[in-house]
T-cell receptor
Framework: DTEVTQTPKHLVMGMTNKKSLKCEQH?????MYWYKQKAKKPPELMFV???????INESVPSRFSPECPNSSLLNLHLHALQPEDSALYLC????????????FGSGTRLTVV | GQNIDQPTEMTATEGAIVQINCTYQ??????LFWYQQHAGEAPTFLSY????GLEEKGRFSSFLSRSKGYSYLLLKELQMKDSASYLC?????????FGTGTRLLVSP
């Protein structure tokens, strides 16, 4: 298995909803990442988990809450989002924190209404 | 600080060769990635250079000079489907730093 799997592929949520994005990999990668990408912009790093511990939070608002239940799973919990949070959310993983084998998932297209 | 520069947009014709340049300044440099991204889709891995030199993979080649902080992606025998954004990303410890991407338009 050489993939990073993200679910759902598309999500529409209201500003009062609570939802979660899920990311899974079975490559034995020990670093996992969340990125946010707006149209015509490069991906922006949000969070990094290294060996299941949160190691980087790029000053992301608390309405985004990451969770790493085990070495294969990474979740992003969403609550009280704003319309400007609508974007493509990308998960990635790498063998180790230095970036070997960096692999992106196919993303979740999030629309906040 | 960290800075990645690449041209915003390039145009080329089908069958031609195009070179997309990328210069970078980052701390803790571990390697240089190139990704292809079609609109609305996730980035697709093209290449990863750690050592200086040219790496060839089919129609795509990537070059790195660590001493100059410079890389390029070379696309040969361009096809219409190569129209996409090409992202240069420098790998540091625990993160990739992306350039703004180069939008390549291939015309008949």
């Amino acid at each position: 298995d050489t993939e990073v799997t993200q679910t759902p592929k598309h999500l529409v949520m209201g500003m009062t909803n609570k939802k979660s994005l899920k990311c899974e990999q079975h490559m034995g990668h020990r670093a996992m990442y969340w990125y946010k990408q707006k149209a015509k912009k490069p991906p922006e790093l949000m969070f990094v988990y290294s060996y299941e511990k949160l190691s980087i939070n790029e000053s992301v608002p608390s309405r985004f809450s990451p969770e790493c239940p085990n070495s294969s799973l990474l979740n992003l919990h969403l609550h009280a989002l704003q319309p400007e949070d609508s974007a493509l959310y990308l998960c990635a993983s790498s063998l180790n924190p230095t970036g070997d084998g960096y692999t992106f998932g196919s993303g979740t297209r999030l629309t906040v209404v | 600080g960290q800075n990645i520069d690449q041209p915003t947009e390039m145009t080329a014709t089908e069958g031609a060769i195009v070179q997309i340049n990328c210069t970078y300044q980052t701390s803790g440099f571990n390697g240089l990635f190139w990704y292809q991204q079609h609109a609305g889709e996730a980035p697709t891995f093209l290449s990863y250079n750690v050592l200086d030199g040219l790496e060839e993979k089919g129609r795509f080649s990537s070059f790195l000079s660590r001493s100059k902080g410079y890389s390029y992606l070379l696309l040969k025998e361009l096809q219409m489907k190569d129209s996409a954004s090409y992202l240069c990303a420098a790998a540091g410890f625990q993160k990739l730093v992306f350039g703004t991407g180069t939008r390549l338009l291939v015309s008949p």
